[in-house]
């Protein structure tokens, strides 16, 4: 059995609900990822694995312990919030001992623990520090060493990085991933930052409405998104809409405007939705599809066109490797491998 | 939390039965005795007689003082407005270092007893007060000007008493008030004036108008800035309701004064209030 | 992006803080006085009506508002965090109501609530005790302190309780390690304006203190209708600079604007 194990969690504010039945297993040592847009429920689920908000209906389930009976400051969960939540009126060392110091570990043992997790963080010499006089990155840090120092049963991050620069915040992926993986603690991230989820996480959930649409490795869940929602969420996708004029041994015969193409896949339907990533389509001197350039995008590390085509509006990157932009308004041939497109159910 | 749901009653319950001891409890017990009668032979009678608010209602005496003490309130309440209001803007304009200091002399008398400063102004105003003999000095005038027992004295003083509240509600909207609109107004073209009168002014009338309510309100119950510098010539409400109780004993109709004052004000303060949202209700949620 | 006030605008100001301020001068000028009568301009300067506040019944009169005040605050403040809890962190039928009621004294008129209380306390054998005195205060100055306590609670990060709650501590634990640490400059500050409001108490508190319980501004203000002379003046400037350190204090603990944002609103 999971160590995590969320059946059916339910929770209603009002007349809107946030969370709708969910479901989700989390074995031992693994980092989840719940990730979606604000408002999808992602939250309040990790405010009902912490004990915060009493769910409507379902269960929370612990290496097979149900916790409805257990109060939060019972269930052993170290949690991490966005806004770190220091406590501002103690130092980083009071802080980081306060989880401890509720535990009745003597002073002595306190102390040497507050040196490793201070360490296991970088932040040796910092214990006398008020929260105020740290950066954003130490604080954050400061809150990962305090819900880590009480060997807790799972760490619960709760958008963690939101608050960080950009820099600081690609940073602090790597290194609470080798934290994580370091002090193997189950972990579930909530964040609404894709990129973030991808890198960190052993599994990403995305979650839309209340429910988890689709929960997969990372790879997968990029190349394989279940439903246009999650093509979208998770990285650029051209979506496009098209007829099935042939089908057979796992491949398909599309057609879009007067376009035909093949792609790999299986479908019941006439017509289906497609999903291709805008870095799987390139530039072919014959055959492919006919685009035209609208606008093409400088993004430093690539180039961004956007161009019109038979197919609707599609979007494509291409590594910038050196070589001259494709001029606005030029005649292009588009071309992708026959695995690049995914057929969308729903 | 997820607690009982008894908690926040058993949290509440004492200051409620402070509250239920020392306040509901007074107001009944005093519009009870707003029903009873009196005379200077037998002194308080009970029973429910409405004599004490028939008078107050119908007869001269009264009307003049309920006349005077709401004009004099809505008097203030405008002064206090009309310099109030700019002085706010000023203090919104100045450097921060400034602002703070001088926002405590204008808001920091608020502290300072009503009647120090009541005092203050009975010292200034007297025959031989500042004023005067400044007036005297520059030879504006001959023979000292009368400003004590008089309306003017009474005006000016309870202006410099609650100018300060106005100030503060006007601040506090101002605070709200984003920087970037008017720079945003100035980019588009318009003067000073205008992002003035089309901008700033739209934005704080909350902070102008619920100002003059309070003012207008401290001023129509004050006591003893008038009692002070008006004397008894210019009774107002407060005073006439501390005779009736303190010097003639008649208490049914100190009381009746009173609920009369308290059913004027609750009636000002909700109708004004509910104008007010109405008028403001999409623009300021 | 300051804009410059004009010369207009600072001439005005300039005339708004004189009138602001000149009747607290001319009080402390007159009170420094030689003579036996107030004068202006003053002729010579003494410290003889300061001298004579020592002997005079000024000084009892200060120690009773001093006891009322003291007791008020505190009492109005350990009323008003338990109820403040209530209002900020649970949503219950009649909340609304409650909060309304806790602000109501600040709508009604205080020569009303002298009134009204001066029948009740007579009716029930409290006129002229203390315990009557620093209740009918409490009622008044309890709309402060629970402005204040709401205010700075519903201010806190409950993430911040909530760490502490995940992390072991008991609700009684978070409120003593966590919360009230968090929360005590605003009661502080509301506190110290609860004590001054209640001080300076004179429209009240006329009806309901009695000879024995006279309060300072009662006994001030029984004076000044008979006759305002440099005695008066010295005991104004006295509470002027006693009002001015408070002040200051207050600044400190909260922001004197934020603070006095809840004494006007009704």
């Known amino acids: 059995m ?6 059916g969690l339910t929770k209603r504010f009002g007349g809107t609900i946030a969370v709708d039945g969910l479901d989700l297993s989390v074995d ?51 949690v991490v919030f966005q806004s770190y939540a220091l406590f501002p009126h103690m130092t980083v060392a009071e802080n980081i001992g306060f989880g401890m110091e509720m535990r009745r570990v003597p002073a002595a043992e306190r102390a040497v623990r507050i040196g490793e997790a201070l360490s296991l963080v970088r932040l040796d010499g910092y214990a006398g520090r008020y929260p105020r006089q740290l950066s954003g990155g130490q604080q954050q840090r400061v809150a990962l060493a305090r819900a880590l120092v009480i060997r807790p049963d799972l760490l619960l991050l709760d958008e963690p990085l939101s608050n960080l620069d950009a820099k600081l915040r690609e940073e602090m992926r790597v290194e609470i991933r080798l934290i994580q993986r370091q002090v193997n603690i189950t972990t579930i991230l909530v964040t609404h930052d894709q990129a973030e989820a991808l890198v960190m996480s052993d599994r990403v959930a995305v979650m839309d409405r209340g429910r988890i649409v689709q929960i997969d490795r990372p790879v997968q869940a990029y190349d394989c998104p279940a439903n246009a929602f999650v093509s979208n969420f998770l990285g650029r996708a051209n979506l496009i809409r098209a007829a099935v004029v042939n089908r057979g041994q796992g491949r398909l015969c599309l057609r879009a405007g007067t376009s035909e193409f093949e792609i790999d896949g299986s479908t019941e339907a006439d017509e289906v939705t497609v999903s291709i990533r805008p870095e799987r389509i ?26 019109d085509s038979d197919l609707g509006g599609l979007t494509v990157c291409a590594p910038n490797a050196g070589g001259a932009r494709i001029a606005d308004g030029a005649p292009v041939r588009l071309a992708w491998p026959a695995d690049a497109a995914r057929v969308l159910n729903g | 939390m997820a607690e009982r749901k008894t908690t926040p009653y058993l949290l509440s319950a004492p200051a409620l039965l402070v509250y239920s001891a020392f306040l509901a409890a007074p107001l009944i017990a005093v519009t009870i005795l707003s029903f009873n009668t009196f005379t200077m032979a037998t002194g308080i009678q009970p029973g429910f007689s409405l004599a004490n608010y028939a008078e107050v209602l119908t007869d001269d005496y009264f009307h003049r003082i309920f006349l005077r003490t709401f004009g004099l309130a809505l008097l203030v309440a405008a002064i206090a407005a009309l310099i109030g209001t700019p002085e706010a803007y000023i203090l919104h304009r100045m ?22 400063r009541t005092l203050g102004w009975a010292v200034l105003l007297g025959r031989n007060g500042l004023i005067n003999s400044a007036l005297i000095g520059i030879g504006a005038i001959e023979r000292p000007i009368e400003f004590m027992y008089t309306m003017t004295g009474v005006v000016v003083a309870l202006v410099h008493v609650l100018v300060p509240f106005h100030v503060l509600a006007v601040w506090a909207s101002l605070r709200r008030l984003d920087p970037a609109v008017e720079a945003a107004g100035l980019s588009l073209g318009a003067s000073q004036a205008t992002v003035l009168r089309r901008i700033v002014v739209p934005q704080i009338m909350p902070g102008i108008l619920s100002g003059s309510l309070i003012v207008f309100t401290l001023a129509a119950s004050a006591f003893a800035t008038p009692s002070i510098i008006g004397g008894r010539r210019l009774k107002v409400v407060a005073m006439t309701a501390y005779d009736e109780f303190l010097n003639s004993q008649n208490w049914p109709m100190g009381a009746a004064i009173a609920a009369v004052l308290l059913a004027a004000t609750l009636v000002i303060v909700l109708g004004y209030n509910r104008w007010v949202e109405r008028r403001y209700a999409q623009a300021f949620q | 992006m300051m804009t410059r006030n004009g010369p207009w605008a600072l001439a005005f100001h300039a005339l708004f803080v004189g009138f602001i301020l000149a009747p607290l001068i001319v009080v402390c000028l ?22 004579a506040i020592a002997g005079s019944d000024f000084i009892p009169a200060f120690y009773n508002s001093l006891y009322v005040a003291t007791a008020a605050a505190t009492i109005a403040l350990a009323l008003s965090i338990p109820a403040a809890l209530a ?85 009684g634990t978070i409120f003593r390690r966590v919360t009230l640490p968090l929360i005590l400059p605003g009661l502080a500050g509301g506190w110290l304006l609860a004590f001054i409001q209640s001080f300076d108490e004179l429209t009240m508190t006329v009806f309901v203190a009695a000879p ?38 207050m600044d400190r603990f909260y922001g004197l604007d934020r603070l006095l944002a809840g004494k006007g609103a009704r």
């Open chain 3, 30 to 51: 007159v009170s420094f006085t030689t003579e036996s009568y107030l004068s202006l301009p003053v002729t010579g300067v003494s410290l003889r009506w300061f001298r």
């Open chain 3, 212 to 249: 024995s319980t006279m309060t300072l501004p009662v006994r001030m203000f029984n004076y000044v209708t008979d006759n305002i002379d440099p005695l008066v003046a010295a005991v104004s400037t006295a509470l002027i600079f006693v009002t001015i350190l408070l002040m200051i204090a």
């Open chain 1, 2 to 7: 999971a160590f995590l194990d969320l059946r």
């Open chain 1, 28 to 78: 031992r040592g693994e980092f989840v990822a719940l990730l979606g847009p604000s408002g999808c429920g992602k939250t309040t689920s990790l405010h009902m694995v912490a004990g915060f908000v009493e769910p409507d209906a379902g269960t929370v389930r612990i290496d097979g312990r149900d916790m409805a009976p257990v109060p939060p400051n019972r269930r052993n969960i170290g």
């Open chain 2, 95 to 116: 450097a921060p270092a400034w602002r703070s200091a001088f926002l405590l002399v204008i808001l920091g008398p608020l502290l300072v007893s009503v009647l120090v």
């Open chain 1, 282 to 307: 390139g530039f072919v001197e014959t055959g492919g599809i006919a685009a035209r350039v609208k606008v093409s995008l400088f993004m430093g590390d690539q180039w961004l066109y956007r161009l």
């Open chain 3, 87 to 171: 209002t900020a962190r649970w949503r219950f039928p009649g909340r609304d109501a409650l909060t309304a009621f806790f602000l109501s004294p600040l709508m009604v008129p205080h020569i009303v609530l002298g009134v009204a209380l001066l029948k009740f306390l007579s009716d029930i054998g409290l006129s002229s005790t203390y315990f009557g005195l620093i209740f009918a205060h409490v009622i008044i100055v309890m709309p402060f302190t629970l402005r204040l306590a709401l205010a700075t609670l519903t201010g806190l990060d409950r993430a911040v309780e909530w760490a502490a709650w995940s992390l072991g501590a008991s609700h």
